[in-house]
């Protein structure tokens, strides 16, 4: 069976510091009152009643307290961690499957030799050297998140076998009733981060990616998630694809990626702009979905029988129609993310990190490490109609040196680049992946 490694950890991984993050409130959060807010709110009480969703107000709030209370006991230890070898050669998977659908995350070490993960950050630091005066990114002051997509050594990096391998294994754990879907994975091409030590950045506080409104808005994705607004929120599967493969993630990535991902070129740990993460799904979403539903009382927030349920308002606390989904302690205060956000365990070049779609979490707004925290995005992203039509496009796309549909107002010809050379030659399980054969 898969080795499940114990995090080596000095604390609890929680931050000692809560971060100048935005904080939600009524009043101040404009992005998140909307007219078509309430409009969709009443759709939703109207389709499965104001009695199941109190009920599952009931049970997700009781259920959190004991989720936070672990996590806040356990801190970083909480995050399973494997070898790559050990899941490769697992033929039960039992553990690794478990681990990873109790938790919603996971780290999978050696997943690309350190010393080839190494040489890769030293060739990358090289090419953005030879660009440097063409490359954009995030923040436009001093970017570290670069709009780059398809540099050789992002390439390289997606289609390593091994990235094949552990994609594909994410993705069956995943299962989809219709049969319409595959785990053969996808290479959806995205950014890569090389941030230095030092100043503070606060852009990136706790969130949810794949969309935002849409989860309650789109018919598709709204039902991935009937079970919770049915009152039955401990029957809501997060690995169920048979709805969500459907579902519109507006203002967000068109891709379900079934797990974010990091794959590391540098060490990166706690205070060295690493991961933080909420590590429970099945909770945490279920409570950001009942919130928009129910107003705090004046005082006992955490007593959730004091909230009273509110039919009518128009604050989705976090929400907006572009972009992800933010929380907040004051606007979530039964996810107590001060105490459930923690750190993800050190990680060293080729070790990779994987969260779950619905997955809470943010980046460290510090660096106070001595190097450069480098990490390549690459996500484990099954087979799916509008998955398998959006590498279609990407494919294209790259073909002509242009950055795919998600990323076209960062606006770089890489074919410009000096370095680049495309995607090069391809095994055939790579090519595959990059949508050869869609």
């Known amino acids: ?68 209370d672990e996590i806040a006991r356990k801190g970083t230890g909480i995050i399973p961690v494997f070898d790559f070898a050990d899941v490769m050669h697992d033929d039960a998977g039992h553990t690794f499957e478990s681990e990873i659908k109790r938790t919603g995350c996971c780290i999978i070490r050696g997943v690309i030799d350190e010393s080839e993960a190494t040489q890769m950050y030293h060739d990358l630091k090289e090419f953005v050297h030879s660009n440097k005066d063409h490359i954009t990114g995030w923040p436009a002051e001093a970017p570290y998140v670069l709009n780059l997509c398809n540099t050789p050594v992002q390439v390289n990096a997606r289609v390593h076998p091994n990235q094949l391998a552990i994609q594909h294994r994410l993705n069956q754990i995943w299962h989809d009733v219709t049969k319409e879907t595959s785990p053969s994975p996808l290479l959806y091409a995205d950014a890569v981060r090389i941030r230095p030590p030092g100043k503070e950045l606060l852009g990136l506080g706790p969130h949810i990616d794949a969309g935002n409104f849409c989860r309650w808005e789109d018919g598709k994705y709204r039902l991935t998630y009937s079970a919770i607004f049915s009152g039955h929120p401990e029957d809501h599967d997060c690995y169920d694809l048979t709805t969500r493969k459907d579902a519109n993630q507006t203002g967000h990535s068109t891709v379900l990626r079934a797990f974010q991902g990091w794959t590391a070129f540098t060490r990166a740990g706690p205070r060295e702009g690493s991961l933080l993460i909420v590590p429970n799904v099945q909770w945490t979403i279920s409570y950001v979905l009942l919130r928009p539903f129910f107003s705090p009382p004046e005082t006992d927030v955490l007593d959730a029988h004091k909230w009273t349920f509110n039919p009518d308002g128009d604050w989705f606390p976090g929400t907006s129609r572009q972009g992800s989904q933010k929380l907040s302690p004051n606007s979530h205060p039964h996810l107590r993310l001060k105490e459930s956000l923690v750190n993800i365990p050190v990680v060293n070049p080729g070790d990779t990190v994987w969260w779950h779609a619905d997955m809470c979490h943010a980046v460290e707004p510090e660096h106070s490490g001595s190097e450069d925290s480098c990490v390549v995005y690459i996500a484990a992203t099954p087979r799916t109609k509008i998955n398998n039509a959006y590498m279609t496009h990407q494919l294209a796309a790259i073909q002509s040196g242009q950055l795919p549909i998600d990323f076209l107002t960062k606006g770089i010809d890489e074919f410009k680049l000096r370095g680049y050379t495309g995607l090069g030659d391809l095994s055939s399980k790579a090519r595959s992946a990059m949508g050869y054969d869609l």
């Open 1 to 68: 069976m898969a080795i499940l490694k114990e995090a080596k950890v000095s604390s609890s991984g929680k931050l000692s510091n809560w971060p100048a993050w935005e904080e939600f409130t009524y009043h101040d959060d404009a992005s998140g009152k909307d007219t078509g807010f309430s409009k969709v709110k009443r759709e939703i009480i109207a389709e499965f009643g104001a009695d199941a969703l109190r009920e599952a107000w009931l049970k997700t709030c009781a259920e959190l307290e004991k989720i936070t």
